[in-house]
Every structure is written in structure tokens, then in C-alpha cells.
């Protein structure tokens, strides 16, 4: 007997199927980041964990503890939130000097500067 | 029954995560330059992330989420600071 045996059948379920579903996310994902050409179709590929993943987990665990105590717990959401402030800022800055990087190379694969830039 | 349900989809969700950031250190390692590395650590810590949210349910302990926070925090400085120094050579100027 241990906790997970204090929910009852229909919090399992969801639990189960909601912790399936983010691992599913990140595991593409980060399939993607090994498997894609280059280096920009790859730096698509990770946030599907950090969106999609990280979202269904932090619902099984919100939905697993909530249950559990018997009262509402959002405390997970700060994770979230944080998340979506930050990953837009470090794959932008992550892009720009890898950006800054090939164009300073001369690489063929990347536009270089625009005039105004 | 669906209890056994739950316990072999965490362990699942587990060994998913683990392969996700197995994936992710073969990048690492293979490269081939270096915003690529950069990019598969960032990977790497929210793999780790949420593997351990996958822990702290199977554990039913709340100090989990919290250790998730510190690692998305500390995982944040860090590609932010590699990625300056991609950028400029240097992280503080």
C-alpha cells in the first residue's frame, strides 16, 4: 500500500494518461533535436517538450496532489509560468548569436545582414 | 487495476524521459558546433525537470516541484550566459 493507492479510480486514469502524454512530448522532441538537418530546423524541436510536455506533467502532478490533500494545489503553476517567460528569451538569444556566428563565417546557409540591421 | 495502470505508465513516462535525455547528450557529444551543444543542455535540464515531476508523483512528496524550479532557474542562467558568450566572447562586459 502506498499513497498512489489513496486516489480513487478516475484520478489514476487521468493521472496515468496525463504523465504518458508529456513524457510522449518530450521524448519527440527531443527525438527531434537528435534526428533534424540543422542547426535552426533543430532548435524547433526541444520546445515541444518545454510547452506541451511540461504542461501535461504539471497537470498530472497538479491533479495527483490536489486529490491527495483534498484541497486545490497550484503550486506547480509557478514552474509553468517561469517556463514560458524564460524559454522564449534563451532560444532568441540562442539563435541571434548563432546568427551572428555563421554570418561572420561567410556561411552560404544563412541571408546576410539586411542594410538597415 | 487502474492503480497498477498508473504505477507501469509512470515507470513508462520514466524510461521515455530517460531516452529523451539520452538523445539529448548525444547531441551534446556529436555537436557539431557549438550554439548545437548549448541548445542540447537547454534540452537536457527540462528533460531533467520533468522527470523529476515524474519522480515527485510517484514519491507523493511536494519537495520534488520545488527541486524542478531551482533546476528550470538554474538551467535559465545558464543558456542565457552560454549564449552571451557565443555571442560576444565574454558573459559580464
Known amino acids: 500500500m502506498s ?27 527531443s527525438l527531434g533535436l537528435l534526428r ?17 510536455g511540461t504542461f501535461f506533467m504539471l497537470a498530472a502532478s497538479i491533479t495527483c496532489f490536489s486529490v491527495l ?7 506547480e503553476i509557478l514552474i509553468g509560468v517561469f517556463l514560458t517567460l524564460t524559454t522564449p528569451i534563451t532560444l532568441m538569444l540562442l539563435v541571434r548569436a548563432a546568427l551572428y556566428r555563421d554570418r561572420e563565417e ?4 544563412v541571408p546576410q545582414a539586411s542594410p538597415q540591421e | 487495476m487502474s492503480h497498477d495502470l498508473l504505477r507501469i505508465a509512470i515507470v513508462a513516462a520514466q524510461l521515455l524521459l530517460l531516452a529523451a535525455m539520452s538523445f539529448s547528450i548525444v547531441r551534446m557529444v556529436r555537436g557539431p558546433r ?14 531533467a525537470m520533468i522527470l523529476l515531476l515524474t519522480v515527485g508523483i510517484r514519491s507523493g512528496s511536494m519537495l520534488y516541484v520545488e527541486a524542478g524550479l531551482i533546476i528550470a532557474l538554474l538551467g535559465f542562467a545558464g543558456t542565457v550566459a ?10 559580464i562586459e
Open chain 1, 69 to 75: 490533500h483534498g484541497r486545490p494545489i497550484f503550486y
Open chain 2, 34 to 47: 557549438a550554439q548545437d551543444r548549448v541548445l542540447a543542455l537547454d534540452a537536457l535540464y527540462v528533460n
Open chain 1, 3 to 29: 499513497h498512489l493507492d489513496a486516489l480513487p479510480p478516475w484520478a489514476a486514469i487521468l493521472v496515468a494518461v496525463l504523465v504518458l502524454l508529456g513524457a510522449l512530448f518530450a521524448f519527440v522532441g
Open chain 1, 106 to 109: 561567410g556561411s552560404a546557409d
Open chain 2, 82 to 91: 552560454l549564449s552571451k558568450f557565443l555571442m560576444r566572447g565574454q558573459v
Open chain 1, 36 to 52: 533534424l538537418k540543422n542547426f535552426y530546423q533543430r532548435v524547433h524541436a526541444p520546445t515541444l517538450g518545454t510547452t506541451l
